[in-house]
């Protein structure tokens, strides 16, 4: 009989494995990753600015940072200033929530705190797509969750909290809250992990099959007494996330979720000094953390902490802007360019001309909006480009897109040199980063010949209107000169000036004409066509000396040479 009941356990364990739905992630593993980080006890600019520096050094860039918001500090422009700040200095944020602190406990969350959670998350313009979020903080500490060790209430909260943020938006990344793995079995004070994580999985068996858990939070420290080596390994080591894994996948969970161990190092005492520290976290890296892909961050706890129970552990050195030698070790440690996926949600317009004349110069503008969680830089190879052209374009550059930051737009210059050859060209204006087209705005270009302007002039008070040395100037709605041609000529008030360059069919444009000791005359026009007549009001002798303007010089001019007036008349 005992026979049959094991071989129907043993049937019924291979067909839970077998049907079970398997937690699976979003995360693309293929991005790469620079898993350096580091835990902040507050997102203090200038902590924020030392943060970058030490896990964006040496070729690194999009390191991680581990912080904490508790429900009493939910400021969405504070907040959002902070989620600014650390788009800018390419750190990646992990948020741990908290409650906030009742007598020597952590208050316990209610499922009555998830909508104000939410309302809160979804208002901030997160840094990345991928929102992670650790549930509080080591459930197996009393201390830590309203003075009770209560798994079952912790999987109750911990379910509610992912269900509904995950059926706000997929693309919060959850995580479970990072448990103290060498904890004993010691009611009420504390509870083992491996009992606590057991309850969990009893209680609420759907948090890790219905796809609610996305990755493994881990509090891999070198114990006991936070002095363990680091090429200690297992359970209550720099590898206890490894054990841990190793835990869930005998409760029947898939042992590849992506670690993130918020919290690791060692503290300055009689066994370590600053240096032996980073000595450790250096061979911790190099031997272990770096070479398990399973890792994608690990911020050791922690950067800045002034006061007990923590100044130990900090790496800024008390009433003092210098940090121990960790902070330079850890800095020389080699790290790569992270790239992590970025929602990039940006609209290009543009208002350029359909026509433009052949062997010509113009300046347009092109404006992007940025709606989305990148900063459009060309420093991080984002690139405006004029796709398909075929003769159309013989020259094109934009100026640089520098730093444009999410729900701001910005005017970018494009100077176009057009070809030789007539016709037609199906053109895009497109926004890449590297080779990947992120958005285009469509433009239909035609060369035209070069056009031409019919002028007519009145010399006052000449009865003879012919004119030689006339110099015409055309000027764009910038005010900038993009055509000249002197020594032209006028019979009998009329002349033509042949093909000009750099102006375009609808463009508004300044004529200036100048004819030698008369004030110059202007008039603004559209070209409407290729062949455009413009008439001039008439032109006043009173420039003797050619400066372009009437003045008490022109009388001096005048009384040198009078028979300047001979040719007025």
């Known amino acids: ?8 356990f043993i049937v019924l364990f291979f067909f ?38 030490l896990v964006n050094s040496t070729g690194g860039k999009w390191g991680y940072v581990t912080l904490v918001i508790q429900e009493n500090d939910r400021d969405k422009k504070k907040w959002q200033a902070v989620f600014d700040q650390l788009r800018k200095l390419k750190l990646i944020p992990i948020i741990r929530l908290a409650t906030q602190p009742q007598g020597s406990n952590w208050e316990a969350p209610s499922v009555d705190d998830i909508g104000g959670w939410i309302d809160f998350l979804q208002s901030l313009n997160w840094v990345v797509k991928d929102r992670y979020i650790v549930l509080f903080n080591e459930p197996n500490h009393a201390t830590e969750w309203g003075g009770n060790i209560d798994p079952e209430s912790y999987a ?40 606590f994580i057991n309850k969990i999985f009893i209680e609420k068996p759907k948090l890790f099959s219905e796809n609610l858990i996305s990755g493994w939070t881990s509090h891999s420290y070198p114990n006991p007494g936070f002095n363990g080596s680091p090429y200690d390994r297992g359970r209550g080591t720099v590898s206890t996330y490894d054990w841990e894994l190793s835990y869930l996948k005998s409760l029947g969970i898939q042992n590849d979720l992506p670690v993130f161990i918020t919290e690791t190092g060692w503290p300055r005492n009689n066994f370590n000094n600053s240096f032996s520290v980073g000595e450790n976290l250096s061979i911790s890296y190099q031997n272990l953390w770096n070479l398990d ?15 007990d129970p923590f100044l130990n552990f900090s790496w800024k050195i008390q009433n003092s802007s210098e940090y121990y030698d960790q902070y330079e070790i850890y800095k020389k440690i080699n790290k790569i360019k992270g790239d992590p996926e970025q929602k990039i949600i940006t609209s290009l317009n543009h208002e350029l001309p359909t026509e433009l004349s052949v062997d010509s110069n113009y300046l347009f503008i092109v404006n992007l909006q940025n709606n989305g969680q990148s900063i459009l830089d060309s420093k991080d ?47 895009e204006i497109a926004l890449f980063r590297n080779d990947k087209k992120i958005v285009y705005k469509k433009w239909n270009l035609t060369l035209i010949p070069l056009p031409k302007l019919q002028y007519k002039i009145d010399l006052f008070p000449k009865l003879n209107n012919s004119a030689s040395n006339i110099e015409i100037q055309i000027f764009d709605k910038n005010e900038k000169l993009v055509f000249k041609k002197s020594k032209l000529n006028a019979r009998n008030g009329k002349g033509t000036l042949e093909n000009i360059k750099n102006i375009y069919i609808g463009g508004k444009y300044r004529i200036v004409v100048i004819v030698p000791y008369y004030l110059p005359r202007q008039k603004h026009i559209i070209f409407n066509s290729s062949n455009e007549n413009i008439s001039f009001r008439f032109l006043i002798p009173l420039d003797f000396n050619l400066d372009g303007t009437f003045n008490v010089n022109d009388f001096w001019s005048l009384l040198k040479k009078p028979g300047l007036l001979n040719l007025f008349f």
């Open 16 to 53: 839970y494995f077998l049907f079970t739905p398997q937690t699976t992630f979003a995360l693309d593993l293929n991005l790469p990753n620079n898993k350096f980080g580091i835990h902040l006890a507050v997102p203090d600019r200038e902590d924020l600015i030392k943060a970058s520096e």
């Open 156 to 195: 109750k909260i911990a379910f509610e909290f992912a269900k509904q943020l995950k059926e706000k938006d997929k693309d919060y990344f959850i995580m479970l809250a990072g448990f103290d793995a060498s904890a004993p079995s010691s009611y009420p004070n504390f509870e083992d992990e491996a009992v």
């Open 381 to 427: 190879d984002y690139r405006l480009d004029i796709v398909n052209n075929n003769k159309s374009i013989k020259k094109f550059s934009f100026s640089n897109l520098d730093e444009i930051i999410p729900n701001k737009n910005k005017e970018v210059n494009i100077n176009i040199k057009t070809g030789s050859a007539l016709g037609q060209d199906k053109l």
């Open 293 to 307: 892909n399973r890792i994608r961050a690990v911020t050791p706890f922690i950067l800045n902490y002034q006061t």
């Open 1 to 8: 009989m005992e026979k049959v009941i094991l071989k129907f």
